[in-house]
């Protein structure tokens, strides 16, 4: 893969620029999609409520967490081949957590469908402790792209 070393030259900074904006709005939309499903936990099945909280789900995924997911990835890849960063323990370690972030968007679908069908599977506390995480991945994503601990 060294061959693409440099490959962006001075497009770099750009491009990650446009990385990071990205990862905010992904960031962003995971952060309130599980809200969401908080209100809408709330909310009687068939009710106009519980038709509209669905809605404003499938926007927000269709809207902005697949395509922030998608351009963050093709984007964090690029960078990653410019620095020839594959192998370099950081990179391995952040990549896991972005996975991470990528199943849980996955999970969130699954369970918005479930919502839709007038399931109600999980209690509000724990709701709201998975509401949790995608905050503390990316905290540790940003010390290990920006720190470099290991
Ligand atoms: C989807 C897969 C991803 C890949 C392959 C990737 C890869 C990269 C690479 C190679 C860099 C350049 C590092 C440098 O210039 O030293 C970078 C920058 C950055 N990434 Fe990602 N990234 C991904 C997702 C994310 C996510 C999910 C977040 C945050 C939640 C994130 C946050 C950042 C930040 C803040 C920077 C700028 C660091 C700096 O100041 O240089 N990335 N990413």
Redesign the pocket.
Known sequence: MSQFAGFLGAA?PWV?AA??TF?IF??AGLFILPRFYVYHHETSPGSAEDRAWTEREDRVRTIILTPS?II??V???L??F??A?FGQHW?SA??L??VG??GYQGWLGSYGRRLAAGHRPLDNKTLRIMNELPGV??AI??VL??V?PF
């Open positions: 770099y990650k990385h990071v990862v992904w960031v997911m963050v990835w984007l964090g890849l960078l990653a410019h620095l960063a990179l952040k990549l957590f972005v972030l990528t991945a990316a994503i940003v792209v920006i470099k």
